[in-house]
Every structure is written in structure tokens, then in C-alpha cells.
């Protein structure tokens, strides 16, 4: 079974431009999340979809954050304009379902040095 | 609100040493507790998950934890440190109906020949 891809991997960019990452997640998984993990600290949710709806947002910083699944299935995340501070690896799960019982299945991650 | 506490960033064993890392919860109603792994420029890997059944929990790798709501600790063993068990170990708490993860700082173990 093919595990959650992102893309890019890495990716430089100086401040105040845009860039966007890529999710393609486990097929047949209902659930997607995105996290943001800074160095030295544990990956904090930044937005939820159950199917191409959006369960949980609440700590996604919209002023310059947005993210999309359209049909359900892939998803992008974008980040406009881009601050020092976003400087992190993006990680990309997915669930078979929202209950907590449901494993999260994490991709490999997109680092991103915001310079 | 949860949260999760995990005491000491990086931990140093030997290979064939007790590995112990440590994690503290706050839940204001019973919680999900998990622990993750993740290798260098990977994602995370569920070790093991405690669901309000057993409160011994044995997950892959030979790691296990136990759920003590006395402690509020679901601290993470291993009987005998591997040197493929250097990683950073990540505990997170949720509770039951929601997936949303909280999850702690992280802990890396570092395991010498």
C-alpha cells in the first residue's frame, strides 16, 4: 500500500514570496491533516478536511495560510506572503476516519527555510 | 485544553540499556495517549496508541507503555536499547471522538555502542 506522498521535499524561498506544497494521501482515507513542526518543538495542527470539508481550522494563521482538497482527495496547502517565521516542516496525515481510533498515517514532510 | 509534557529533550543510552522516556498529561476528561517515532527526515511513525482499554500497552519494535491516571503518565520502555532505536520520540493526547492530536516537544534518544 503507497503511503502519503508530499512534494515538494525541501524548498527555499525568501520572505514575502509564495509557495505552496503538495498531498497526495492513502487511498480510501477519508481524513486529512495538516501539520506544522518547528525544530525543536512536536507538529501542531493547522487544518483538518474530512472529505473536501473543512472540520477543524482554528489555528491556521488565514491572513496568509489557506488550503484546499478539492474532490476530496489531494490537497494543497499555500502560504502568501511568506514570513521568517514559517521557516518548518509541513507534515501531511491522513486517517481512514475522524475518530481518534483511526491511526494517522504522516508523509515524509516538506522542510521549508523561509530566508 | 490537553497537553502533554515530555520531560528531558534528548535522552543517552547505552545499546542494551532500559530505555525510559518520560510524558505527562493534562486532560480534563479521559484521554487517548500515543506515542510516535520519527527518523531523520522522515514522518512519524505510530508506536503504540492506549484507547482507555488496557493500560499496559505493547506497540511494535518491542517498545511499551503504561497508562497510570494517578501520575497522569504514559511513560514509554524498552527492555534493550537497539542503536536503530535512535530517534526523535514524539507523546500526543486526544481525547475519545476527536482526532486532533496535541502532542508534545519530543524527546531524542541517542543509543552508544
Known amino acids: 500500500e503507497a503511503g502519503v506522498a508530499q512534494s515538494p521535499r525541501y524548498k527555499i524561498i525568501e520572505k514575502r514570496q509564495s509557495v505552496a506544497f503538495w498531498c497526495n494521501p492513502i487511498s480510501g482515507h477519508a481524513t486529512l491533516y495538516w501539520y506544522q513542526q518547528i525544530l525543536g518543538q512536536g507538529p501542531k495542527l493547522l487544518i483538518q478536511?474530512?472529505?473536501?470539508?473543512?472540520?477543524?481550522d482554528s489555528q491556521l494563521p488565514k491572513d496568509r495560510f489557506s488550503a484546499e482538497r478539492l474532490k476530496g482527495v489531494d490537497s494543497t496547502l499555500k502560504i502568501q506572503p511568506a514570513k521568517l517565521e514559517d521557516s518548518a516542516v509541513y507534515l501531511c496525515?491522513?486517517?481512514?476516519?475522524?475518530?481518534?481510533?483511526?491511526?494517522?498515517?504522516f508523509g515524509p514532510g516538506t522542510r521549508l527555510t523561509v530566508l | 485544553a490537553q497537553s502533554v509534557t515530555q520531560l528531558g529533550s534528548h535522552v543517552s543510552v547505552s545499546e542494551g540499556a532500559l530505555v525510559l522516556l518520560r510524558c505527562n498529561y493534562s486532560s480534563s476528561v479521559p484521554p487517548y495517549l500515543f506515542w510516535y517515532v520519527q527518523y531523520p527526515n522522515q514522518g512519524l511513525q505510530l508506536l503504540l496508541k492506549y484507547t482507555s482499554a488496557a493500560t499496559l500497552v505493547k506497540g511494535i519494535n518491542g517498545f511499551e507503555a503504561e497508562f497510570k491516571k494517578s501520575e497522569t503518565s504514559f511513560h514509554l520502555t524498552k527492555p534493550s536499547a537497539h542503536m536503530s532505536d535512535a530517534a526523535e520520540y514524539f507523546c500526543?493526547?486526544?481525547?475519545?471522538?476527536?482526532?486532533?492530536?496535541?502532542f508534545g516537544k519530543g524527546t531524542m534518544l541517542l543509543v552508544s555502542p
Open positions: 500526543a493526547v486526544t481525547e475519545e471522538g476527536y482526532s486532533t492530536l496535541t
Open positions: 478536511f474530512q472529505n473536501n470539508g473543512v472540520v477543524d
Open positions: 496525515a491522513s486517517s481512514y476516519g475522524r475518530a481518534a481510533l483511526y491511526e494517522q498515517f
